[in-house]
């Protein structure tokens, strides 16, 4: 692994479906960011992480949650998916949360019907 | 919203040009990063200039900060095909004290022609 890798690359789901997003990271960054991209609003961060152990709220955190028990990983949950959370999903990572570029994942396209 | 506004939304020009990018945001920040998104895949940073910093360069890539009218542009010379992206300017700053937040403008979508 280099860098950050997301699984699914995409994926449909029914709503109300349970759903986990997973993110790795193999760059030993404090920080783990998860991002929603939607046409026309741009990123909007859902969730954070500034450290292992402890987590944030974004500027969209309802419908989603999110873990981090050791520092590589970061998965994104949604309890019961709904349409308006159709969209393309980021993880990101920085070596720490102040004054640090961010490295991106690949993505994952979600579909909810 | 703190958001940066990046303009224009488009832009479309000739290879070999430059191209300038325009970034405006609302509050004061302690720096302003540019990324650049090409079509389906994830963002990846560019550059980084801090807010004590004016000008920042880096290849073809020219970015300037002014705070006192809170903008910022991204200045990409002798253009190629391969530059046709979206770039975003994000904007990083201080809420109470120690959160730290990072946030993305709607971005400008660059075509550049052959």
């Known amino acids: 692994i280099a860098g950050i890798t997301q699984a699914p690359t995409s994926q449909i789901l029914a709503a109300g479906r349970r759903m986990t997003l997973r993110c790795t990271q193999d760059?030993?960054?404090?920080?783990m960011y998860w991002y929603r991209q939607d046409l026309g609003l741009g990123l909007r961060l859902i969730h954070y992480s500034n450290t292992a152990g402890t987590t944030g709220k974004g500027e969209v955190p309802d419908g989603y949650s999110v873990s981090r028990a050791n520092t590589d990983d970061f998965p994104l949950t949604l309890a019961s998916a709904v349409p308006s959370q159709t969209s393309v999903y980021f993880c990101?990572?920085?070596?720490?949360?102040?004054?640090?570029?961010?490295?991106f994942g690949p993505g994952t396209r979600l579909t909810v019907l | 919203s703190q958001q940066g506004e990046e303009d224009p939304q488009a832009l479309s020009i000739q290879e070999g040009e430059n191209a300038t990018m325009n970034c405006s945001y609302k509050?004061?920040?302690?720096?302003l990063q540019w990324y650049r998104q090409n079509s389906g895949r994830g963002l990846v940073h560019l550059i980084l200039i801090r807010s004590n910093e004016r000008e920042k360069h880096s290849g073809r890539l020219r970015v300037t900060l002014d705070t006192s009218k809170k903008s910022s542009s991204l200045l990409i010379t002798a253009s190629r095909a391969a530059d046709t992206a979206s770039y975003f300017c994000?904007?990083?700053?201080?809420?109470?004290?120690?959160?730290?937040?990072?946030?993305f403008g709607k971005g400008t979508l660059l075509t550049v022609n052959p």
């Open positions: 509050t004061s920040i302690n720096n």
């Open positions: 990101a990572s920085s070596r720490g949360p102040y004054y640090n570029e961010q490295f």
């Open positions: 994000a904007t990083d700053y201080t809420v109470g004290g120690s959160n730290y937040k990072l946030t």
């Open positions: 760059m030993r960054h404090n920080a």
